[in-house]
């Protein structure tokens, strides 16, 4: 029997105290106070116009993501997470993150945010070194950072998210194993450990900072997951380590072709219309002031996923996972058969680049080493 997939809502806040210069997020700094209330309320009206993809199934995840949502003022963010349980059915255990950046304005809201029902942070740090976070172009220094985490587990919240970043500009391999160590050392449930890319339409990318060589990078890549692998954390996805039992849900559903609601500037949405049946994008007006303005819902924009994109789109998001899928998530999700797999999936089997068991859908070690080219020959 077919069934529809587990359902999310991603809610995005575009606003930023200064905007990173690596950074391609639909993010903006703002010249004044953002109207946080006036958005709020297009939230909620936006999550009303997408009440009927709810019904009769209750959210599993929401992720607060941004931008800086803990920029928000916490009555602000209280009155969303109160609108948002008003509009949808939440699962008894959802798990409800936000992301935040250091800075003791953000970290004095924390309190406020676990009462109002946030159960996972996600805490942006980049970096422990303060040379390396004045290059990022970060507002907080190392300290603020620290002071965050303290915050957050002062606030009672037993899930949370480091993010830090690698490859820096001026980085060394110690540098890194450095950062590494130190984010380790608060023994965070969850760290995401990204290698800086230079985005297009950044400042960094329009006046490049010399970065790490290659042989670098990849002596950073495979020293840190050591150092990661041997404090019990497990990558169980490309940029994604947590101790057991913390992999982030939200993300989980996402890498695993499950259906979420967006809501909020530029927030991307993926539906199933009806079980193994028409799966749908949504794509809401990207510029903040654009999406506040007019009346009724806010502009969205739709389109049916052609079948071809549709294989291509699963396996970008299944091959992320360390392990994979089983492949009979691939039909469940899809609606197509496991057939349009083959003869890739033989080949690559062959190669040893695909799990050899008929009923994975996962990369060996070396596949996931080159996970690009794996997915190039799809
Ligand atoms: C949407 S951002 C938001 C988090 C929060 N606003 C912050 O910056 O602390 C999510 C994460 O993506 C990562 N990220 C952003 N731009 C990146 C880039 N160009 N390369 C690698 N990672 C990047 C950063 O680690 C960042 O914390
Ligand atoms: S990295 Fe985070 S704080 Fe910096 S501009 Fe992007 S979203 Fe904002």
């Given at each position: 029997v077919l069934r529809l997939p587990p359902l999310a809502l991603y809610v995005h806040l575009p606003w930023c105290e200064r905007k990173c210069p690596y950074c391609d997020f639909n993010s903006y700094q703002s010249t004044g106070a953002p109207p946080f209330e006036g958005y709020v309320t297009r939230l909620l009206q936006d999550l009303e116009g997408e009440s009927v993809h709810s019904a009769?199934?209750?959210?599993?995840s929401v992720f607060i993501g941004g931008g800086t949502p803990s920029l928000f003022p916490q009555d602000s963010l209280a009155r969303l997470l109160g609108g948002i349980g008003d509009h949808v059915m939440l699962a008894d255990d959802a798990e409800i993150t936000l992301e935040a950046n250091p800075g003791s304005a953000e970290a004095a809201k924390f309190s406020a945010l676990r009462a109002a029902g946030v159960n996972r942070l996600s805490i942006?740090?980049?970096?422990?070194?303060d040379a390396s976070l004045r290059a990022l172009g970060r507002v907080h220094d190392s300290r603020q950072a620290l002071a965050a985490v303290d915050a957050a587990r002062s606030a009672g919240f037993e899930r949370f998210n480091i993010d830090l970043m690698h490859?820096?500009?001026?980085?060394?391999v110690a540098m890194a194993l450095e950062d590494l160590e130190q984010a380790l050392a608060l023994q965070p449930p969850h760290l995401s450990w990204y290698q800086l890319t230079l985005e297009p339409n950044t400042a960094f990318h329009r006046s490049p900072p010399t970065l790490p060589v290659e042989d670098l990078l990849a002596e950073i890549q495979d020293r840190g997951e050591e150092l990661l692998l041997a404090h019990g954390y497990e990558q169980y996805e490309v940029s994604a380590w947590a101790r057991?039992?913390?992999?982030?849900r939200h993300n989980l559903n996402y890498w695993q072709f499950g259906d979420y609601i967006g809501i909020g500037a530029g927030a991307h949405g993926k539906l199933t219309l009806a079980p193994g049946r028409a799966i749908m994008r949504t794509r809401k007006t990207r510029a903040p002031q654009d999406y506040l303005?007019?009346?009724?819902a806010p502009v969205c924009h739709r389109e049916a996923v052609a079948e071809d994109e549709l294989v291509l789109e699963f396996l970008m998001n299944a091959l992320r996972l360390r392990e994979g899928v089983p492949i009979a998530l691939f039909e469940q999700r899809t609606g197509l058969s496991r057939d349009r797999l083959e003869p890739m999936l033989h080949s690559l089997r062959e190669e040893g680049?695909?799990?050899?068991?008929?009923?994975r859908l996962g990369t060996t070690a070396q596949g996931f080493r080159f996970l690009n080219l794996v997915l190039q020959r799809f």
């Amino acid at each position: 029997v077919l069934r529809l997939p587990p359902l999310a809502l991603y809610v995005h806040l575009p606003w930023c105290e200064r905007k990173c210069p690596y950074c391609d997020f639909n993010s903006y700094q703002s010249t004044g106070a953002p109207p946080f209330e006036g958005y709020v309320t297009r939230l909620l009206q936006d999550l009303e116009g997408e009440s009927v993809h709810s019904a009769g199934r209750d959210i599993q995840s929401v992720f607060i993501g941004g931008g800086t949502p803990s920029l928000f003022p916490q009555d602000s963010l209280a009155r969303l997470l109160g609108g948002i349980g008003d509009h949808v059915m939440l699962a008894d255990d959802a798990e409800i993150t936000l992301e935040a950046n250091p800075g003791s304005a953000e970290a004095a809201k924390f309190s406020a945010l676990r009462a109002a029902g946030v159960n996972r942070l996600s805490i942006g740090i980049q970096s422990f070194n303060d040379a390396s976070l004045r290059a990022l172009g970060r507002v907080h220094d190392s300290r603020q950072a620290l002071a965050a985490v303290d915050a957050a587990r002062s606030a009672g919240f037993e899930r949370f998210n480091i993010d830090l970043m690698h490859g820096l500009p001026g980085q060394t391999v110690a540098m890194a194993l450095e950062d590494l160590e130190q984010a380790l050392a608060l023994q965070p449930p969850h760290l995401s450990w990204y290698q800086l890319t230079l985005e297009p339409n950044t400042a960094f990318h329009r006046s490049p900072p010399t970065l790490p060589v290659e042989d670098l990078l990849a002596e950073i890549q495979d020293r840190g997951e050591e150092l990661l692998l041997a404090h019990g954390y497990e990558q169980y996805e490309v940029s994604a380590w947590a101790r057991p039992g913390h992999a982030c849900r939200h993300n989980l559903n996402y890498w695993q072709f499950g259906d979420y609601i967006g809501i909020g500037a530029g927030a991307h949405g993926k539906l199933t219309l009806a079980p193994g049946r028409a799966i749908m994008r949504t794509r809401k007006t990207r510029a903040p002031q654009d999406y506040l303005d007019g009346g009724g819902a806010p502009v969205c924009h739709r389109e049916a996923v052609a079948e071809d994109e549709l294989v291509l789109e699963f396996l970008m998001n299944a091959l992320r996972l360390r392990e994979g899928v089983p492949i009979a998530l691939f039909e469940q999700r899809t609606g197509l058969s496991r057939d349009r797999l083959e003869p890739m999936l033989h080949s690559l089997r062959e190669e040893g680049l695909m799990q050899a068991q008929e009923d994975r859908l996962g990369t060996t070690a070396q596949g996931f080493r080159f996970l690009n080219l794996v997915l190039q020959r799809f």
